[in-house]
């Protein structure tokens, strides 16, 4: 790692003490969200009240609303209409949520049964239908055409995304490229359009529409990477659901990768067997990660988010000091240190 | 029956010579919609284009594109754009087909093993959301802040009517009142909004924006009903699934609630026996169906089909005469008495 990038990722606070501060400067706009969810989970068909409260209420962070909220205040937005656009971001995500756990017959999601356990996969199919189109629905009422375009373009590309990871299901040969594409298409789109959608709600010029972007588009990878590498190195009480679930499922992330590129033959078949065995114990899962961290799969990932979070970080620089853009800039610490 | 609405409904032509004769007058129609479904069913993601092009190619009848195209122009719009957002009625129906198939869990649909038995639940589930956020975002391009709204407002219907139908399941009490909402939601109003939304595209006013929405709404409503009945009167062969489907889904359809209804005691008995069965066997099904007809299920069914083609019909007389206004007549005819 350049000593200077690890300098400048070194935490000023604690991971504890940086989620506290984080928390304090964000919950007046926590409360504004919270307030605007309650307000749209309402339908005439009670089911969907049901499924969608569990999966809205399960202990999300709501990081894509606030971060179209930081990034609306961040071009100088300072009233109150941004919640009710912001809650869009949360119901898009919960409408992915539902349908990978369909997809990947998750059991846990969020410490919680997954929501198609308790009532089936084609009420976690049908909610999640719902809840997408609501979400559209809600942002063809806000009328602004250039943020609908943004929208749309980036559920579609979530789509091709997921169909892309359900293609590489099962491929251990998956290279580090295919799985930056993946990732970017899953995850780090809907963060970057929360970012860029707060930008024009905030009536920014596209320098800073563009800046902000940026810094969702890494913030959103480094988040995943982030994400990919907790499932090696959590546990799975912090996680809320199993360590080792990406292997179980298939899912060669770039831990995994970048371990396959660089052991010798012994170690790759050691992979090779765990990764396409249908069932892995815990002895399985321990000798995978061994090998995963002797081969510098967790480091390298590691360091790939912090090169993201750098990126984030500096796309900030075009903006001025301001209390918005110090939360953005913890927030993006945070995703390094965070444990869940 | 009454008499003058029996009158009124008889075909000038018999039902094979109605088709061909709706076939010749909207093939150059078609013609432009298939060359525009080919256009977009492309994606970078192979597997897209490959389940996309399974279930849009599988023989559908391109009605709702059909009756969006065919709106617009009684409206009087005279240019060929309107093709291009006619495709998005077929694209948002071949998204909620994939999506009911993994819900039904289908293995037949229009002859062929459904998408799902052939790839998968996810690839369905996924290509579904694929289609749904394409059609969204075409919709999105043409710029139309009224038709965008009253599109989704559409497909957050379709969703709910799903859910709705969802909870209804293996629900033999299910009543008229109830069915009749499952089936606008789920089925008429995506057709209702083909016309509405290509009245808009003509430049309607609001009465004949308000007759074409309403000629749509009662023609998806008859065609539903159709559609229910023929489950249980119609020749596996020609519907290219098992007739009795919905019985053994555990679907209540109006030939089955009416008979209910009306049934003495022993058949009710008879009915819930089946109904709640895990598997129906060829007997089952005719003993149903026997008590279905016997109780006056079927002609029930057919004469709510009839009131609703002669309403869907009336709704035209606000329209001059004039080639398009006769297909429209035609197609709502050929509801009544397709076989298919």
Not at 213 to 233: E, V
Request: glycine share 8%; net charge negative; aromatic share 6%.
């Amino acid at each position: 790692m350049n000593p200077s990038t690890q300098r400048e990722m070194d935490p000023v606070y604690s991971a504890s003490g940086l989620k506290a501060v984080i928390t304090a400067r964000i919950r007046p706009d926590l409360e504004r969200i919270e307030a605007e969810i309650q307000q749209h989970l309402d339908s005439s068909v009670p089911l969907i009240g049901v499924v969608g409260s569990h999966i809205i209420r399960s202990g999300g962070k709501r990081l894509r609303p606030l971060l179209m909220i930081l990034s609306a205040r961040m071009c100088g937005y300072q009233g109150r209409g941004d919640a009710a656009l912001a809650v869009v971001f949360e119901f898009l995500h919960a409408a992915s949520l539902l349908h990978d756990d369909v997809v990947d017959n998750a059991e846990v999601r969020r410490k919680q049964p997954a929501a198609n356990t308790i009532w089936g996969n084609p009420a976690a199919v049908l909610v999640g239908d719902f809840l997408y189109s609501k979400s559209i629905l809600m942002t063809v009422g806000h009328g602004n055409p250039r943020i609908l375009e943004v929208l749309t373009d980036t559920t579609t590309k979530m789509a091709e995304g997921e169909v892309l990871q359900l293609i590489h299901a099962d491929d251990l040969e998956l290279d580090e490229a295919a799985y930056l594409e993946v990732i970017i298409r899953k995850t780090a789109v809907l963060i970057s359009a929360a970012c860029r959608i707060g930008a024009i709600f905030g009536g920014a010029d596209s320098s800073r529409e563009q800046a902000l972007y940026r810094y969702g588009h890494h913030l959103g990878i480094a988040f995943q990477l982030i994400d990919d590498l907790l499932d090696y190195t959590g546990s799975a009480t912090e996680l809320g659901k199993p360590v080792g679930n990406d292997l179980q499922e298939g899912k060669a992330t770039l831990p995994l990768i970048y371990a396959m590129a660089n052991a010798d033959e012994a170690d790759r078949v050691r992979l090779r067997t765990r990764f396409s065995a249908d069932r892995i114990d815990e002895q399985d899962f321990r000798t995978v990660r061994q090998i995963v961290e002797l081969r510098g799969g967790l480091d390298y990932t590691r360091r790939q988010a912090v090169h993201h979070l750098t990126e984030a970080k500096a796309a900030l620089s075009v903006f001025p000091d301001q209390p918005s853009k110090e939360t953005l800039q913890m927030i993006a610490d945070y995703v390094l240190h965070r444990r869940v």
